[in-house]
């Protein structure tokens, strides 16, 4: 089965503490996310890389989701590891240490076999990767890009030049007020699509998320989850439940990206009611 | 016309400053805002007391409205005044002053034709006082109380003896948080519904507000104002909205009460385009 979509992105070993629980070295990477949350909705392909200490099981699991794993590399050298916790209000995630180790030097290899895929993700690396990406992308349908404060601060001419390139820009509420400079959701996606992007989608945490064109504004709440455990990964989750829903459906309606922003949410809330990926073990979609 | 709903509250001379402009002792305060955003939907009794300096224009402004002003004082004194400014981001206000002036004794007098009125909201007053006049009103449909940090540090027990008598509790974000004690919307909601209100409504400022029963949750998205100018009153009149739209259609459903959310959400998004009391001296309701 060809690959209908692929992400490029981190595949990590995440240690996390939440009011919840700990958890150390468990898979992780917003690369891992989206693939896995996308493997509901259609193919998809990672490229990415991982240390020699990224265990078979891991592999394993991604195996168990059908994602295609032939832009996968594992190199000598040990995995990304991030290492946080989330306080009691499970607000902003506190970093203790983030070892970038083997994703210090990704250099995302496109394989040939994926230079015609339709969608596109460009998860949260260096925006100047992101870039060389698309150049290798011929006619994709859909480039989507998600970025951080990391970036808005360390790279923004390199961003500026990717944003004109993408349909879809995935930020959360702090990186949309930090890249537009306005305090104001709506005076900050405004800012945003004149950066380029044909829309913006500002990811909001427990009040939801909201999408913007030029024309067209969409305001999805979130799915209460009272049952939180670990609110790791949830944006990349959204996003692949978003772009999941494209990818099968081949959507490009209004109506559809605000359909996708309900399927964005219904996965974000899959991801955050157990640790990791745990919830994927269990998941299973009878609709396909 | 007999009085439908009655509005207990401040009465107010307020000093605004915004990235917009400035205006100086303009007519303002809970029972002012709520009141006249009422009078676009049903006839409203104003309680609530005034200085001497307190202009004709301003009664006039009232009067032009039909707020009935039976439960209007006017007595020796200033009127109470707010001084405060909004930043950039129009984020929370800054507080430079907040004079009581007579509002300190305020000491809210329910005249005998508004004993029986069948909707009630308690603007943010002293909860002893609140209590004191859900404790005149025989029979009420709905009574709805209205908050703020202040009250929440201050008047602690008061405000537990009031919330069992109300049936809507109006918070924002913060408000919602401290009385609950915990920072997660999901969680907040449920500890504020075991206090006793069989309501809650969050407003979420510019990411809208959502509303909560024991067995119902919902969220509307704000309307997005890009000419924002003034947000001072937005509060008072989305509870206005609220409360008219329930007061004039007798609604009593969970989609009534729905409904009632997007007027609150409409007629806030009137009041923070203009300055003060502003929109509504041109605004008019065409359908009554």
């Excluded at 990224?54 to 195996?63: A, D, P, R, S, T």
């Excluded at 989507?144 to 500026?160: C, Q, R, S, V, Y």
């Excluded at 959204?238 to 399927?263: H, K, P, V």
Aim: aromatic fraction near 12%; charged fraction near 20%.
């Amino acid at each position: 089965m060809t690959v209908n979509i692929v992400v490029v992105g981190s595949i990590a070993l995440d240690t996390v503490s939440t009011p919840k629980g700990k958890r150390d070295r468990v898979l992780g990477g917003s690369a891992v996310y989206f693939s896995t949350v996308v493997s509901y909705f259609t193919r998809v392909g990672l490229v990415g890389v991982c240390g020699r200490d990224f265990g078979n099981e891991n592999i394993q699991f991604l195996k168990d989701h059908s994602v295609d794993l032939e832009g996968f590399e594992q190199v000598d050298g040990l995995t990304f590891n991030w290492n946080g916790s989330y306080s009691d209000d499970f607000g902003d995630a506190t970093t203790h240490s983030t070892c970038l180790n083997v994703f210090q030097s990704f250099d995302p290899k496109l394989p040939a076999s994926y230079a015609s895929t339709p969608y596109l993700f460009l998860a949260n690396i260096h925006p100047a990767l992101q870039l060389k990406v698309i150049e290798r992308v011929k006619a994709p349908k859909l480039v989507a890009l998600d970025t951080m404060n990391f970036w808005i601060e360390g790279a923004l001419p390199d961003l500026k030049k990717a944003l004109p390139r993408v349909d879809v820009l995935f930020l959360n509420r702090q990186e949309a007020y930090m890249l537009s400079g306005t305090k104001k959701l709506v005076s900050a996606y405004k800012k945003l699509l004149e950066m380029g992007p044909k829309r913006v989608v500002i990811k909001l945490g427990e009040l939801g998320a909201m999408t913007a064109t030029q024309s067209e504004t969409f305001f999805v709440p979130a799915f209460p989850c009272p049952n939180l455990s670990d609110p790791t990964g949830a944006g990349d989750s959204f996003a692949g439940g978003f772009m999941g829903y494209l990818a099968q459906t081949g959507e490009t309606s209004e109506i559809g990206f605000r359909r996708a922003m309900l399927y964005g949410t219904v996965m974000g809330s899959f991801t955050v009611e157990q640790f990791g990926l745990d919830s994927y073990n269990t998941l299973v979609n009878k609709s396909i």
